[in-house]
């Protein structure tokens, strides 16, 4: 017991298991992140990302100075704007695989640092007064035992300090996988699907939505609907990843299989 | 109804005592009109305990807290159901103070007669009961688990497999307890990898309450307080008398000597371990077959466990062609069949977590190797899948000390000094070079560029260069380019599969890598350099041992080079040096040497 208390534990990066010197994250994994500033730009509405090098590119990119997305300039999301640590690649997405599918959650964590970092720098985020996380259906939750974004938003809001509203917004029914599907197509299956079970906490404040990626930004989109219709002042969005936009978005998104709402086969070690 | 499509199934339920004159059981059930009517069926009278919903642990905590108290008092129903009231207050109290277990129920109450009946009890049929019975067989699975190894073999239980379990645990023939567990003094284990040191407390929406979890063996499935895991211990089977008694394999004089003396360890069955330490190179596996047929063929299921897939893949036709196709069953991580039982198991050491006391003779091969070396939860699991009385044969060139130690004093270690080629082992050469600095890689000694350039003129052979750091592989590269043609490769190298391939097709002069590659590689005309070899932390003797073995494997070239080059002569690569001569003296003097190739 005073062994523990006088050698704490050394520090692991919580991604790959290699020492961080008192970070969060250890160097390389931190290089990692960095590394898709130098790449891609997001949409200043959803935070999308799409490679820099084509004509979207305009001043700094992270700053989020580039074009709006077609998605975006053909239908303006309900949200005021969504961002993420990164991109749905690498590092990023086994480190959420791995928190969300084979359940590591002391990945929340760091994750939430991740998010709450972006928070900080993006100005334009402003004083979010209500946490809400995307809530999972029941049946969902009782068969994975926890809703990844609400431990998201609780490490998030442990951060900075703000209290997470659970019992807010509720999800009556789980959608059917997403993969291959418009963003039409999909807004269409998700209608309906949120309901807002305290409108009193949100009447007239900005609330900041939490979940874990944002792959089209349907379901942000229509939480974002149902929020806004209860009276909450504005919605933005913070995800830890977000999709990447291609010429042909859909095509891209069913050539990975990417579907944050539907569980892939994790293979095992040994 | 019997199958949630997805996720894991969450046990909660109640405690109840049953008694019937003088005997007074306790139990614990998810369902209690199955374990109602299977007690009244008996003659027994059923009570409910505490009818609020516990969660596993809870429950099972409990039930063995007031198991050992009822041991001591029997005396009148009323009598003994007073004194668990005021044992199951203690436990929960110190539960609460132990864990945090804030929604701890603390009513007792019994629910209304006959209210118990009512609840849809649906008898599962004998041979169903029998079917789950033989899967279970030596395993400890949680349900989802059994689930698929019973949809693996084609059988579909009717009943739901969970209250078909509760009724083999009534009747003894199983067990069931909480995949994350509660020692008496309330502190949570992980029952599935068997650590205890770092369990989180999360609020759990599968059981609504708060559940201790273990992320230790995560990737193996979740291990949660609310999730029961069920074992079943497999015993001996008759006499296997389809087994060939002994695969015939042209052995060396070495491994014939090693083959019978492992044989008779297994023969004799007075002792648990041995270890087979051997020499790189020296052919270890097929000095255990011959062991491996003599516990088959006295009907003991053997398991031969590594940690590395690759092996698995290698090993498996090996081993089908010796013991024959139907005999042996190869599973790793990535196997689509997990769950068939053979006489003979080829697994990694991952997959020996879902055994339970079944293996009368288990091999270990490589022992040393990640992730074997670090991971407490493996040496616990392949520990458990043995037999209470199970032998073990560890396989190993570079034994840890410990093991060394404990196995000497029992006198249990059987050498496999020489090679198949009849020559000695290459000794390592040990050079300090002063101009060897971390910061500086680009300044190459000497010493290094004299050892290329020997290679390359007099024995025309590739060369491994071992530096201690993933950083140091580039600045090394460069800085060796001149001498041919060089590349560097580490373990997060995007390239390094093409990098490997281009060096066995010989593309590649010389290869700069770190331990990465410090074991499993055969090459025909090989030397090998290693470059700060004082760094203690990396280069040990173990490392430096399996180091210096990748050299001289083949006839054509049994010689080969090895130089040790560190800024110092650090104690490990001495007693790396030590080491290898100790077994080329035990090779000659035994005679397992090609006369002139080694001067006593």
């Known amino acids: ?128 007064e209500v946490l809400i996380p995307v809530p999972l259906a029941p049946a969902r939750l009782q068969e994975r035992a926890f809703n990844q974004a609400e431990l998201l938003a609780g490490s998030l809001g442990a951060v900075l300090g703000l209290k997470v509203q659970g019992d807010v917004l509720s999800r009556v029914w789980e959608t059917p996988p997403q993969v291959g599907l418009t963003r039409r197509e999909r807004l269409a299956n998700l209608r309906g699907a949120f309901r807002v079970l305290k409108p009193v906490v949100i009447r007239g404040r900005g609330v900041l939505l939490v979940d874990d990626v944002l792959t089209t930004g349907a379901t942000a989109s229509e939480c974002a609907r149902v929020l806004l219709a209860a009276g909450a002042r504005e919605v933005s969005v913070i995800t830890v990843a977000t999709g990447i936009i291609e010429e042909n978005f859909r095509a891209a998104l069913i050539a990975a299989g990417e579907d944050s709402t539907w569980p892939k086969p994790v293979s095992e070690p040994g | 109804m019997n199958r949630a499509p997805r996720g894991t199934f969450c046990w909660s339920g109640q405690l109840y005592l049953v008694w019937k004159e003088a005997d007074f059981k306790l139990g614990i059930t998810h369902k209690p009109g199955l374990d109602f009517s299977f007690w009244t069926g008996r003659g027994y009278q059923f009570k409910t305990l505490l009818a609020t919903p516990l969660s596993l642990a809870t429950a099972y905590f409990l039930w063995e807290r007031l198991t050992r108290s009822l041991s001591f008092l029997r005396t009148s129903p009323a009598e003994v159901e007073l004194l668990l009231a005021g044992e199951i207050k203690k436990g929960l109290r110190l539960l609460k103070l132990a864990t945090g277990f804030s929604k701890a129920p603390e009513t007792l109450l019994a629910p209304p007669a006959g209210s118990l009946l009512a609840t849809d009890v649906c008898w599962p049929a004998p041979a169903e009961l029998e079917n789950i019975r033989r899967t279970l067989s030596g395993r400890i699975l949680y349900r989802e688990e059994l689930d698929a190894a019973l949809a693996e073999m084609g059988l579909r239980p009717l009943a739901p497999l969970e209250d078909s379990l509760q009724i083999l645990a009534l009747s003894g023939e199983i067990t069931l307890i909480p995949a994350v567990g509660l020692n008496p003094r309330g502190e949570p284990f992980c029952n599935r990898c068997g650590q205890a040191g770092s369990l989180k407390l999360v609020s759990c929406a599968a059981c609504g309450g708060p559940c201790f979890i273990c992320e230790e063996c995560l990737s193996m499935g979740l291990s949660r307080s609310c999730r029961p895991l069920y074992a079943s211990p497999g015993g001996r089977a008759v006499v296997n008398s389809k087994m060939p008694p002994d695969p015939g394999f042209k052995l060396t004089p070495a491994q014939t000597h090693a083959a019978a003396e492992l044989k008779a360890f297994v023969r004799r069955r007075s002792k648990r371990e041995c270890l087979l330490w051997a020499a790189c190179g020296a052919g270890k596996t097929e000095v255990a077959f011959g062991a491996i047929a003599t516990a088959l063929e006295r009907g003991d299921e053997v398991l031969y466990a590594t940690p590395r897939r690759e092996v698995v893949r290698e090993l498996a036709p090996r081993l089908r062609g010796a013991f024959g196709p139907e005999q042996v069953a190869a599973l790793h991580g990535g196997s689509t069949s997990k769950f068939r039982r053979a006489p003979l198991t080829l697994a990694t050491t991952h997959q020996a977590i879902r055994y339970f006391r079944r293996f009368g003779l288990v091999v270990l091969d490589e022992i040393d190797a990640f992730p074997f070396r670090q991971n407490p939860m493996l040496h616990y699991a392949v520990d458990r899948a043995r037999l209470e009385d199970g032998q073990i044969i560890y396989l190993t060139a570079t034994p840890p000390e410990g093991l060394v130690r404990r196995l000497r004093r029992q006198g249990e270690i059987v050498y496999l000094p020489a090679r198949h080629h009849g020559y000695p082992l290459p000794e390592p050469y040990l050079l300090a070079a002063r101009k060897l600095d971390a910061r500086r890689p680009w300044l190459v000694p000497g010493e290094a560029e004299a050892f290329l350039s020997l290679s390359r003129e007099e024995d025309k052979a590739q060369v491994l260069v071992f530096v201690p750091a993933v950083e140091m592989v580039a600045g090394i590269a460069a800085a060796l380019a001149g001498s041919g043609r060089v590349a560097g490769c580490s373990a997060a190298d995007p390239e390094r599969d093409e990098k490997l391939a281009a060096f066995r097709h010989r593309q590649l002069e010389v290869l700069v890598t770190t331990t990465l590659l410090e074991r499993g590689l055969t090459l025909e005309r090989i030397n090998v350099l290693v470059l700060f070899a004082d760094v203690e932390e990396i280069f040990d003797v173990n490392t430096l041992v399996q180091i210096a073995g990748r050299v001289g494997r083949t006839l054509s070239y049994p010689h080969g080079r090895v130089w040790f080059v560190g800024r110092r002569i650090s104690p490990a690569m001495t007693a790396a040096r030590a080491r290898i001569r100790e077994f080329n003296l035990l090779a000659a003097r035994r005679g397992y040497l090609r006369p002139g190739t080694y001067k006593l």
């Open chain 1, 1 to 128: 017991m005073l062994f523990k208390l006088l050698a704490p534990r050394r520090q692991i990066c919580p991604f790959c298991a290699r020492p961080t010197g008192g970070q969060t994250l250890c160097a390389s994994c931190r290089a990692l992140l960095a590394d898709w500033k130098k790449k891609y730009a997001p949409c200043p509405r959803c935070g999308r990302l799409k490679a820099v090098g084509d004509r979207t590119r305009r001043g700094d990119p992270a700053a989020g100075n580039g074009r709006i997305c077609p998605q975006c300039r053909e239908e303006s999301p309900p949200f005021r704007l969504a961002r993420a640590a990164g991109p749905y690649l690498g590092v990023l997405k086994e480190a959420i695989q791995d928190f969300k599918y084979n359940g590591r959650r002391s990945l929340a964590g760091p994750l939430g640092k991740l998010m709450a970092e972006v928070l900080v720098h993006e100005k334009s985020f402003g004083r979010p």
